[in-house]
């Protein structure tokens, strides 16, 4: 059983900063990757960013230049750096883990953390 769970949300102004984290339980982390979707109000869920068991990273070109993802296998922990913010970036942010291993596949979400830019 693989659990994820989110943390680092809140209230910032336009221009400011957030760090979401999230932390994975069992064993298959580090064969994962790791990723970061968002969904606004109305809006379907899409792609923040995501990076590899390799640390390959990618990014939504609205985010680019300004969030990094990163990860840390010894912690079973993956990151979210948000900065400059804008209230487009106002969603729910989801924590992914997706891959496949001998046969098996497996994609686990995390219940979400909200993230609210002001103007």
């Known amino acids: 059983q693989v659990h994820l769970v989110e943390s680092g949300g809140g209230l910032v102004q336009a221009g400011g900063s957030l760090r979401l984290s999230c932390a994975a339980s069992?064993?298959?982390?580090?064969?994962?990757?790791m990723g970061w979707y968002r969904q606004a109000p109305g809006k379907q869920r899409e792609l923040v960013a995501t990076?590899?068991?390799?640390?390959?990273?990618n990014y939504a070109d609205s985010v680019k230049g300004r969030f990094t993802i990163s990860r840390d296998n010894a912690e079973n922990t993956a990151h979210l750096q948000m900065n400059s913010l804008k209230p487009e970036d106002t969603a729910v942010y989801y924590c992914?883990?997706?891959?496949?291993?001998?046969?098996?596949?497996?994609?686990?979400w995390g219940q979400g953390t909200q993230v609210t830019v002001s103007s």
């Open positions: 069992g064993s298959i982390f580090r064969r994962s990757t």
């Open positions: 992914n883990a997706d891959g496949r291993f001998l046969g098996r596949s497996w994609d686990h």
């Open positions: 990076i590899t068991s390799g640390g390959v990273t």
